[in-house]
């Protein structure tokens, strides 16, 4: 337990905290500690996994976490420095709230002498009046310090906040006089933009029942090249497969920057120090093979989706491009990588007259190639391929049979340039085997 903060300090897992030896002296023995996920929608995604497993670390340790869904909190919305949020419905957020409930168990140990307890603040903030809410609660805040918080600062400048989003940390800080109070808790943890909210919290405790509580933060992640963790040119990284695919997923960690990479196994991977400090090694020696990326994108993929999800993500990769047969991917997995790829849809006026597609304008449509006559170089130079299969000529044509699942072809150039098409409308069109087929 001694070395938790240690080791969190190494992994670049501490951007903020409150005074660090009497939190070291805390954390010495077993304490109980939360921290909150507010349900704004209805997945959890990959900025909330620095905290889900920053909680699992200090599991591990002995420490017993509270895991907080604000079904309160969740109504109102923290500040923002873009712009008020759109308040969504009750029942909405509701449903939310179970969803990220289940992500949350899938993390923690909710059994032994450490187990996790699965809170949410709407059942002691829905009971709160409005008079006890001012009286008791709204005397220890000052209305200065809470106008000093960059969020709202920032709205104030912009033209003006609601009175509903400025009262969010309030309700954040009664969580955890709550926690303290009911289930002893004495740390509350976050990233370093909710660091206001967690000092509101020990103040708030502090000025109520005189207890020093802690609050930890962890650094808000940014690439090397500027953008934001967790966000791809499609959009969000979620937690739920069906938002985002276990293929999406994994192809996310296997796609890391060599000048990320470093850095995410520290504060993502589970793998001793000297393991993670090999794979530097490997990265630095040896970049073509992305073997720290390999390791990290089976290790998340495998925490979030499992080891089924994880070797059809690893097989679909290898298929696409040549290393692996397409008859091993299933129609989920293929659909969601070929999706992923930018897949073309194609169109029935995209075909020939008799419903066939030549190979040279499917190349042309994927993208692939610069048009058909960049198509033929690419099949007489022997560097393009349909579904795997070396194309040979320029005059092949490809119906229905072709397709994998019913619906797509999978198209590359050379070994690292993929496509993919929807094909459907060659089904629809119905050419028969016999009317001609790929060279």
């Given at each position: 337990?001694?070395?938790?903060?240690?080791?969190?300090?190494?992994?670049?897992?501490?951007?903020?905290?409150?005074?660090?030896?009497?939190?070291?002296?805390?954390?010495?023995?077993?304490?109980?500690?939360?921290?909150?996920?507010?349900?704004?929608?209805?997945?959890?995604?990959?900025?909330?996994?620095?905290?889900?497993?920053?909680?699992?670390?200090?599991?591990?340790?002995?420490?017993?976490?509270?895991?907080?869904?604000?079904?309160?909190?969740?109504?109102?919305?923290?500040?923002?420095?873009?712009?008020?949020?759109?308040?969504?419905?009750?029942?909405?957020?509701?449903?939310?709230?179970?969803?990220?409930?289940?992500?949350?168990?899938?993390?923690?140990?909710?059994?032994?002498?450490?187990?996790?307890?699965?809170?949410?603040?709407?059942?002691?903030?829905?009971?709160?009046?409005?008079?006890?809410?001012?009286?008791?609660?709204?005397?220890?805040?000052?209305?200065?310090?809470?106008?000093?918080?960059?969020?709202?600062?920032?709205?104030?400048?912009?033209?003006?906040?609601?009175?509903?989003?400025?009262?969010?940390?309030?309700?954040?800080?009664?969580?955890?006089?709550?926690?303290?109070?009911?289930?002893?808790?004495?740390?509350?943890?976050?990233?370093?933009?909710?660091?206001?909210?967690?000092?509101?919290?020990?103040?708030?405790?502090?000025?109520?029942?005189?207890?020093?509580?802690?609050?930890?933060?962890?650094?808000?992640?940014?690439?090397?090249?500027?953008?934001?963790?967790?966000?791809?040119?499609?959009?969000?990284?979620?937690?739920?497969?069906?938002?985002?695919?276990?293929?999406?997923?994994?192809?996310?960690?296997?796609?890391?920057?060599?000048?990320?990479?470093?850095?995410?196994?520290?504060?993502?991977?589970?793998?001793?120090?000297?393991?993670?400090?090999?794979?530097?090694?490997?990265?630095?020696?040896?970049?073509?093979?992305?073997?720290?990326?390999?390791?990290?994108?089976?290790?998340?993929?495998?925490?979030?989706?499992?080891?089924?999800?994880?070797?059809?993500?690893?097989?679909?990769?290898?298929?696409?491009?040549?290393?692996?047969?397409?008859?091993?991917?299933?129609?989920?997995?293929?659909?969601?990588?070929?999706?992923?790829?930018?897949?073309?849809?194609?169109?029935?006026?995209?075909?020939?007259?008799?419903?066939?597609?030549?190979?040279?304008?499917?190349?042309?449509?994927?993208?692939?190639?610069?048009?058909?006559?960049?198509?033929?170089?690419?099949?007489?130079?022997?560097?393009?391929?349909?579904?795997?299969?070396?194309?040979?000529?320029?005059?092949?044509?490809?119906?229905?049979?072709?397709?994998?699942?019913?619906?797509?072809?999978?198209?590359?150039?050379?070994?690292?340039?993929?496509?993919?098409?929807?094909?459907?409308?060659?089904?629809?069109?119905g050419v028969a085997p016999e009317d001609g087929r790929a060279g």
């Open positions: 337990m001694t070395e938790v903060l240690a080791d969190l300090e190494w992994r670049g897992l501490i951007a903020d905290s409150t005074d660090r030896d009497e939190l070291a002296r805390r954390l010495s023995s077993p304490t109980v500690f939360y921290c909150g996920f507010d349900p704004t929608a209805p997945s959890l995604h990959l900025g909330n996994l620095v905290q889900i497993l920053t909680m699992r670390r200090l599991q591990q340790t002995g420490h017993r976490p509270l895991a907080l869904v604000g079904g309160a909190t969740g109504l109102i919305g923290d500040p923002k420095e873009s712009g008020e949020r759109t308040l969504n419905d009750r029942e909405v957020v509701t449903g939310w709230v179970s969803r990220i409930e289940g992500q949350l168990r899938r993390f923690l140990d909710f059994e032994g002498p450490a187990s996790a307890r699965m809170v949410d603040n709407l059942d002691w903030t829905g009971p709160l009046g409005a008079l006890e809410l001012l009286r008791d609660l709204g005397k220890h805040f000052s209305v200065n310090r809470m106008l000093d918080r960059e969020a709202v600062a920032a709205r104030l400048a912009a033209g003006g906040i609601s009175y509903t989003e400025f009262s969010y940390q309030v309700l954040q800080a009664n969580d955890f006089l709550h926690l303290h109070r009911e289930y002893d808790c004495w740390l509350q943890t976050g990233g370093s933009d909710q660091w206001g909210n967690l000092t509101a919290g020990v103040d708030l405790v502090r000025r109520v029942t005189g207890d020093h509580v802690h609050a930890l933060t962890t650094p808000l992640l940014v690439k090397a090249d500027g953008t934001k963790f967790g966000k791809t040119e499609t959009g969000t990284v979620w937690l739920d497969p069906e938002l985002t695919s276990p293929y999406a997923f994994y192809q996310f960690w296997f796609n890391a920057d060599d000048r990320d990479i470093g850095r995410w196994l520290r504060v993502f991977s589970f793998r001793t120090r000297e393991e993670i400090e090999e794979l530097d090694r490997a990265t630095a020696e040896r970049p073509h093979a992305r073997e720290a990326q390999r390791a990290l994108a089976e290790e998340m993929t495998t925490l979030v989706h499992g080891e089924a999800a994880t070797a059809a993500a690893v097989a679909a990769a290898s298929a696409l491009f040549g290393r692996g047969s397409l008859d091993d991917v299933d129609e989920q997995t293929l659909a969601a990588a070929l999706t992923e790829a930018g897949a073309v849809t194609l169109d029935s006026s995209d075909l020939t007259e008799d419903g066939a597609l030549s190979v040279v304008n499917a190349l042309a449509l994927s993208g692939l190639v610069a048009g058909t006559s960049a198509a033929r170089r690419a099949i007489n130079e022997g560097g393009a391929y349909i579904n795997n299969e070396r194309l040979t000529d320029v005059d092949g044509r490809l119906t229905g049979d072709d397709l994998l699942h019913g619906r797509w072809l999978v198209l590359r150039r050379g070994k690292r340039t993929m496509a993919g098409l929807d094909a459907r409308s060659l089904v629809e069109r």
